[in-house]
């Protein structure tokens, strides 16, 4: 199943969505969850990243759609985004946010159902794998191939995330080694929870992450070389 959101604040056009997804289902096979949002805020409103593709109008009172696909972004870089407008001029800014294509009002069934194809297909053939860990402000769908490493004080973490940025909340040591277990991530100190495919140098008690050196503990150096030693005989690679 598909999980879907429609954020458009005119009935009509959000009817004529909803239409056209039971169609395109019912001829491709797909099954689709929908949600329907008038307006921006509802929609980031207590923003759980759980949807596949977001239709997002740009045109809405008090929010518009791109100021809503920042905001969106902040949370959720994972979503398939498709800008839905009358003006087709502002479409051409979606790269700002990482959107993924646009359908211009009035729309067709013909043009919806090839920007749709593409969006199932993207969906269903990416690769990027993902977790979902509270933050601040809300839950946090983080990209296990962009988190270089976790910082854990107490039940206080930093989540550092490819290229340079960090986001903060709040969990253990304990739920994450165990959250991340399947992407090999490896703890080189009682604080850090590093991605091996972050690695590029291991020396001594330090090991680089990115552009961070991180301490290794003596307790853990053998047990953190050899890890990462087999990690990188299976042939390694990014998360």
């Not at 759609?65 to 949370?75: T, W």
């Not at 994972?78 to 993924?100: C, D, H, P, R």
């Not at 269903?124 to 270089?148: C, K, M, N, T, W």
Request: proline share 3%; net charge neutral; aromatic share 12%.
């Amino acid at each position: 199943m598909i999980r879907i959101a429609i954020v458009e604040d005119e009935k009509k056009h959000a009817d004529i969505l909803t239409g056209y997804l039971e169609q395109f289902g019912s001829a491709e096979g797909e099954t689709f969850d929908v949600s329907l949002f008038k307006d921006a805020f509802s929609f980031l409103e207590e923003y759980r990243p759980e949807y596949d593709v977001i239709f997002m109008d740009i045109m809405m009172p008090g929010m518009d759609g791109m100021q809503a696909a920042a905001k969106l972004r902040q949370r959720d870089g994972n979503a398939v985004l498709i800008f839905v407008t009358s003006m087709a001029q502002f479409a051409v800014k979606g790269y700002e946010v990482a959107a993924f294509d646009f359908i211009v009002k009035p729309m067709s069934y013909y043009d919806f159902c090839i920007k749709m194809r593409r969006a199932v297909f993207s969906v269903r053939s990416r690769d990027d794998r993902f977790i979902v860990v509270p933050a601040e402000g809300g839950d946090l769908r983080i990209s296990v191939r962009d988190l270089q490493y976790i910082e854990v004080s107490g039940h206080n973490c930093r989540y550092h995330i490819a290229p340079h940025r960090v986001a903060e909340g709040r969990n253990t040591i304990r739920n994450l080694s165990a959250l991340l277990a399947p992407y090999h991530f490896m703890r080189c100190n009682s604080c850090y929870l590093v991605n091996p495919s972050w690695i590029s140098y291991v020396g001594g008690y330090t090991v680089r992450v990115g552009e961070d050196e991180l301490q290794i503990s003596h307790p853990r150096k053998k047990e953190f070389v050899r890890e990462f030693n087999e990690w990188a005989a299976r042939g390694g690679g990014r998360a």
